[in-house]
C-alpha cells in the first residue's frame, strides 16, 4: 500500500470552531488533494497542491484553506466549522501514472 | 472546466462481464484513471490510461479514446467481491487537477 496516513482519522467538533486534518505522504509524490465525500455527491476537490507552497481551490473551496510547507505533508483547515462541512474528507497523493487515497477522516460537525 | 458522465447503477451476474462506461469533456487532458471503492471504505487504484488503446490487469481492463472523450471499464468474470463503486477521475491542466465522475455502483447476483 501507498505510504499515505490521515490525522485523525475520526473526529467530532461543535460549530464555529477550526479544525485542521492532516496528510502525510512517504511516497515524495509531488501532487496531493483533500476531497469530500457525501451521499449523492460523490468525490469533490476541495483543494490541491503541485508542490510546495504551490495550492490551488478545487469546486467546493469556500470555507477551507490549504498549506503544504514540505513535501510530504498537506493540511487541510476548516476556518470555522459548520453543519454542511460534516462529511468524509480523503486526501490523495499523485504521481505522473498513479494516485492514492488515505483511509478518510470521518467529521462530524454539531 | 470538466464534465464527467457515468451511469449511476449497473447490475451483472456472478461470472459475466460487466462494461462501465465514462465521458468526459475536460480541456487540458492528462490521463484519465479508474478507482473501485467498497461502502466505507476509501477508493482503491484500478488503472490509469494516457494513451487510447486497451490496458489489461487481471479482470479487470480499461480502454480509452482522447478523440472520443470516452473510456470504459470492463469486468470479466465478475465475483461478488466486485460489488462496489466504481469511479472514473480524470487529469487535467498543468496542476494535474484530479476530478472524479459521481461513480457507479455495481451490485454483483448469484
Known amino acids: 500500500d501507498a505510504g499515505i496516513t490521515q490525522s485523525p482519522r475520526h473526529k467530532v467538533t461543535e460549530t464555529g470552531t477550526p479544525v485542521t486534518l492532516r496528510c502525510h505522504q512517504t511516497?515524495?509524490?509531488?501532487?496531493m488533494y483533500w476531497y469530500r465525500q457525501d451521499p449523492g455527491h460523490g468525490l469533490r476537490l476541495i483543494h490541491y497542491?503541485?508542490?510546495?507552497?504551490?495550492?490551488d481551490k478545487g469546486e467546493v473551496s469556500d470555507g477551507y484553506s490549504v498549506s503544504r510547507s514540505k513535501t510530504e505533508d498537506f493540511l487541510l483547515t476548516l476556518e470555522s466549522a459548520t453543519s454542511s462541512q460534516t462529511s468524509v474528507y480523503f486526501c490523495?497523493?499523485?504521481?505522473?501514472?498513479?494516485?492514492?487515497f488515505g483511509q478518510g477522516t470521518r467529521l462530524t460537525v454539531v | 472546466g470538466q464534465n464527467i458522465d457515468q451511469p449511476t447503477e449497473m447490475t451483472a451476474t456472478e461470472g459475466a462481464i460487466v462494461q462501465i462506461n465514462c465521458t468526459y469533456q475536460?480541456?487540458?487532458?492528462?490521463?484519465l484513471f479508474w478507482y473501485q471503492q467498497h461502502a466505507g471504505e476509501a477508493p482503491t487504484f484500478l488503472s490509469y490510461n494516457v494513451l487510447d488503446g486497451l490496458e489489461e490487469k487481471g479482470r479487470f481492463s480499461s480502454f480509452l479514446s482522447r478523440s472520443k472523450g470516452y473510456s470504459y471499464l470492463l469486468l470479466k468474470e465478475l465475483q461478488m467481491k466486485d460489488s462496489a463503486s466504481y469511479l472514473c477521475?480524470?487529469?487535467?491542466?498543468?496542476?494535474?487537477?484530479?476530478?472524479f465522475g459521481g461513480g457507479t455502483r455495481v451490485l454483483v447476483k448469484p
Open positions: 511516497e515524495n509524490h509531488r501532487y
Open positions: 490523495a497523493i499523485s504521481g505522473e501514472t498513479e494516485a492514492f
Open positions: 477521475a480524470v487529469s487535467w491542466a498543468a496542476g494535474n487537477k484530479l476530478t
Open positions: 497542491s503541485y508542490g510546495v507552497k504551490d495550492t
Open positions: 475536460t480541456s487540458g487532458f492528462n490521463g
